[in-house]
């Protein structure tokens, strides 16, 4: 059983209760013929309300209304509140006089309508702001996002406006909504601050009789405009975008991107722009794509005017006016900052006119200085489908801070994207790339350029999608077919080599000096066998005692791959004698010392005797040398300068040799 009959119940016991934590109105499948205000909650604190289908379905529940008066004139409307979302609804007024759907009435803050379609009067046939479809006319409503909507009919679409050019709106952000049968504008945006327009799709209808249509309209804007990703189609005349006195902080510009607008009156009418720009500052218009028609020989594809504008910046757009006016009109040259990259194309004489009117390319760049690298070529736009496939075009821009998709929702070349609103693949600059080298357990993604409607056949997985992961390595192949016929490229994908382990020893008494003879390798561990480690490549290592030991060498290559060898060395200087005291009686004491001690050797027959020191790399540390054994020796010895451990003396006389292990302690 539903906790409420009515939303207005639900809000009426919110109202009156408050809101300690998030609340979420799950509204039942259904139509609801009611008239919903909702004002402040007490104890809301940041917590949020959400009105939603229970379905997640807008379709499933409507809620309609039928004012009679242009003080009822709303199906939903916010006052002096803040962080509420409408989702997934239907909202619908009924009525073709007061017919505004959703009414802000200032004072509220963090409203957000998503995902709901809302129907006004689609007949409308006036530019009233009673027929506004969604509006504010009062007060100020800041952070108000309006997204994924489906908008239908009114003299406004959204119409959101501030008091003043001193108490501006903050925040708007109107995204991702269809919107259609508008008849005065379909976004309306005035006196406002941080504006963001995106990827919306707008289309009055046919029957429309307005012939000076604003399909967006965005007026005294400061703190920057982002306009971006939308698609317009009007059969009237008047205004694609409509920029009037737009303003960015100081040391950024405004942003008119990837926008695909379509004028397609072909009569004359008084003004027919696919971008108008009045008294603004500091735009980038780059990457839009403009097709007009109209007879009227002001008419633009981008028009310059009416007021004193700066900092205009026009690059990489595809602008074309197949009717009598120009694809650029400039009332100046110094409006204009920087003009490259563009691909302008006209059907008559009126080019470009920059202040002065130029007939083509060639006169343009000289007598502007201009578009050096702009192109004059016909894009083939087909009426207000304005994809292309002019290779001139392809891959010949560069990049835009924040202009990251194009019209189509497709992602922009990070290096080289194209010109115009719609990125494009042609064959003859389809590439995946080059080839690849991965770690052996790796998989690698291998993706084509992704454009919306294409098919992409991969060998040898057979998938129709954008991209694969690869994980073996081999040939792979994908074939696309898009709007600009087929393109096929192949990308060869490698492992990197297994590392192989391998090394070579020599031993000097206790030392062993090892060589790492590995391949493929990057970093290496070493066990010697004797509970020490290394990770040097060639490492020196002093065994402790004799013995035989088991030492491991285990070679990594860069993708964590390992190879293993190991080898048994034996240490054993006794093979030269050491501890041997049958030749020659032999004694040093103390031992262990600090570095002195005496020797003391047996009698033998008359010889030198060489009496040699050695650390345990084999470096001579003390040599003494004394002549006659016949009554024995018995000398000191003093190597107490040298560090504490363990050191091998050799003595030698004649065929007599003994060795022994001093320590120092």
């Not at 839009?288 to 002001?298: D, E, G, I, L, Q």
């Not at 402790?544 to 030492?551: E, Q, S």
Request: net charge negative; proline share 3%.
């Amino acid at each position: 059983t539903p906790d409420f009959a009515t939303l207005n119940d639900a809000i009426d016991a919110l109202t009156q209760r408050g809101a300690c934590a998030d609340v979420t109105f799950n509204v039942r499948p259904g139509s609801y013929t009611e008239q919903v205000v909702i004002g402040t909650f007490p104890d809301a604190g940041n917590h949020t309300v959400t009105i939603q289908s229970e379905t997640q379905n807008a379709s499933d529940v409507r809620f309609e209304y039928l004012p009679i008066s242009s003080a009822s004139n709303y199906v939903m409307a916010f006052t002096q509140t803040k962080n509420v979302i409408l989702n997934h609804l239907t909202i619908a007024n009924l009525s073709t006089t007061f017919s505004g759907v959703i009414n802000f009435k200032g004072g509220n803050n963090n409203i957000s309508i998503q995902y709901c379609n809302i129907y006004g009067d689609s007949l409308a046939n006036t530019t009233t702001t009673n027929k506004m479809t969604i509006g504010s006319l009062n007060g100020i409503d800041d952070n108000i996002h309006i997204e994924y909507n489906v908008i239908i009919g009114g003299s406004y679409g959204i119409y959101m406006a501030g008091n003043d050019s001193v108490n501006v709106e903050s925040g708007l952000v109107i995204t991702h909504n269809k919107l259609r049968r508008y008849y005065g504008a379909g976004i309306g945006a005035f006196r406002q601050s941080a504006l963001t327009v995106n990827h919306n799709n707008l289309k009055s209808h046919s029957s429309n009789t307005n012939t000076n249509i604003f399909h967006m309209s965005l007026e005294n804007v400061v703190n920057g405009t982002e306009v971006n990703g939308n698609t317009v189609v009007g059969n009237q005349g008047g205004f694609g975008i409509n920029l009037v006195r737009i303003k960015a902080p100081f040391n950024t510009n405004s942003l008119i991107a990837s926008n695909s607008v379509y004028m397609g009156s072909t009569s004359s009418p008084t003004n027919n722009h696919g971008i108008a720009i009045q008294n603004c500052s500091n735009v980038n218009v780059v990457f839009n794509s403009v097709h007009t028609r109209a007879a009227t020989s002001t008419a633009a594809g981008i028009r310059i005017y009416n007021g004193q504008s700066s900092g205009i910046n026009l690059l990489y757009n595809n602008i074309v006016n197949t009717g009598t006016g120009y694809a650029v009109n400039s009332e100046s040259a110094i409006y204009i900052d920087q003009a490259d990259y563009n691909n302008y194309y006209t059907g008559t004489s009126n080019f470009v006119k920059e202040g002065s009117s130029y007939a083509n390319l060639t006169a343009l760049q000289s007598g502007t200085g201009k578009e050096t690298h702009s192109f004059s070529v016909d894009p083939y736009f087909n009426g207000a489908d304005l994809h292309t496939c002019r290779i001139e075009l392809d891959n010949v821009a560069s990049p835009i801070n924040g202009v990251i998709y194009d019209a189509d929702m497709n992602t922009r070349n990070t290096t080289t994207p194209d010109i115009g609103a719609y990125e494009f693949i042609t064959a003859n600059n389809f590439s995946l790339g080059s080839d690849i080298v991965k770690c052996p357990n790796d998989s690698v993604w291998i993706a084509a350029e992704q454009i919306q409607s294409a098919s992409y056949y991969w060998s040898p997985f057979f998938q129709n999608t954008t991209g694969i992961y690869a994980i073996q390595a081999g040939t792979y192949i994908v074939q696309v077919i898009h709007s600009c016929g087929t393109s096929i490229d192949t990308v060869v994908v490698m492992n990197y080599p297994l590392p192989n382990a391998a090394f070579t020893y020599a031993l000097n008494y206790f030392t062993g000096s090892f060589n790492n003879n590995s391949s493929q390798a990057t970093h290496y561990y070493w066990d010697f066998g004797d509970g020490n480690t290394s990770t040097d490549t060639n490492p020196n290592h002093v065994f402790p005692t004799n013995g035989t030991y088991t030492v491991t060498l285990t070679a990594y290559s860069g993708c964590g791959d390992s190879s293993v060898t190991s080898q048994i060395i034996v240490i054993n200087p006794n093979v030269a004698g050491l501890d041997n005291e049958e030749d020659i009686l032999l004694q040093a004491y103390p031992n262990p010392s600090t570095g002195i001690f005496a020797v003391d050797l047996s009698p033998v027959e008359s010889h030198e005797v060489n009496i040699t020191i050695y650390d345990l790399t084999g470096r001579v540390v003390h040599q003494v040398t004394h002549d006659s054994t016949v009554e024995g020796l018995h000398t000191m010895i003093d190597i107490s300068g040298q560090a504490a451990g363990t050191y091998i003396m050799k003595i030698n006389a004649g065929n007599y040799q003994s060795t022994i292990r001093i320590i120092i302690k």
